[in-house]
């Protein structure tokens, strides 16, 4: 009798392997319509572990020297391995206790409305696929060395955890608003600019944010996090515009993903970025995001659709 573990790759005869853009795994997942997965994690290949030991050892001094405290604890937390990709199973025995939030495999991109409605919910769509090992520098796709060591150290801290949970509350109000809209053009007017300020905002912050404590200026954007030379470039770079974060700002200002940020915002505290959290549905009530500046990102038609399509329990 084979043994259950035998992994799916093999029973298929597809080739091993989990590197982004390049596992037949995902493809056949996607071709499925299946967005929520199982981590195959015995289809890891040792290059994709050594590309997560790679990225864990370049990463580590800088996260001692850049990484706001509640990270460095969060990373501490999760006991995660340095040298082989971690199991989900693994993460979220650690992470549940702490603050509810857990990972949740998916095999791809999550439409927006999905995407803050699991944040909602304490669950956070990650991904399983890793960068090739030979290009660790720049991938424009998140990878689970994004997700996992960027990301969710983060999730570990009980007033991050309740500001991300707010902002997937955020989405609901939004779809709840549209839902109310009677012209279709009208509605997906709205809806387009709506997304926009709060990817921008979700940029801004969760992606690219610094915060300013009793240890000078520290990163605890994921983007960051998980960037060997972008977290060391915002601290330090003189190239760098980094403003007290201002929401009329933030959500009004496109951006680029294929170089490194010109423009972060810098908040006090995870209260203080709950509150920023709070504004933007106050605003979102008030009608001020509802003709938000043009621009990056573009918002793509399954965006739409989620939020057309949500279901608001
Ligand atoms: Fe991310």
Known sequence: ?????????????????????????????????????????????????????????????????????????????????????????????????????????VSGYVPAFIFFDCLRNRAFPTTVTIRRSDKLDYLPEPDIFHDVAGHVPMHTDKHFAEALVRFGECAHTAAEI?????????????????????????????????????????????????????IAHAIESPEVQRYPMQLEWAINQGFEINHYQPLLFVVDSFDHLFSLVDQLETWMKAGKLSNVAPGEPEVNEEDLKSFLHAELT
């Open 1 to 105: 009798m084979k043994s259950s573990s035998v992994s799916l790759g093999m029973t298929t005869g597809m080739t091993t392997g989990m590197t982004t853009n390049d596992a037949p795994f995902i493809e056949q997942a996607k071709r499925a319509g299946q967005l929520y997965i199982e981590q195959p994690y015995d289809l890891y290949s040792e290059e994709n572990h050594q590309a997560w030991r790679k990225l864990y050892a370049r990463l580590l001094p800088r996260w001692d020297r850049y990484a706001n405290e509640h990270f460095l604890k969060g990373i501490h937390s999760l006991c995660l391995d340095p040298d082989r990709i971690p199991h989900l199973e693994d993460v979220n025995r650690f992470l549940r206790p702490l603050t509810g939030f857990q990972t949740k495999a």
């Open 178 to 230: 549209a839902a109310g809209i009677r012209g279709p053009d009208t509605r997906t007017h709205y809806l387009t600019s709506v997304i926009r300020a709060m990817a921008r905002f979700f940029w801004f912050t969760i992606e690219f944010g610094l915060m300013r404590g009793g240890d000078g200026l520290k990163v605890y954007g994921s983007g960051l996090l998980s960037s060997y030379g972008e």
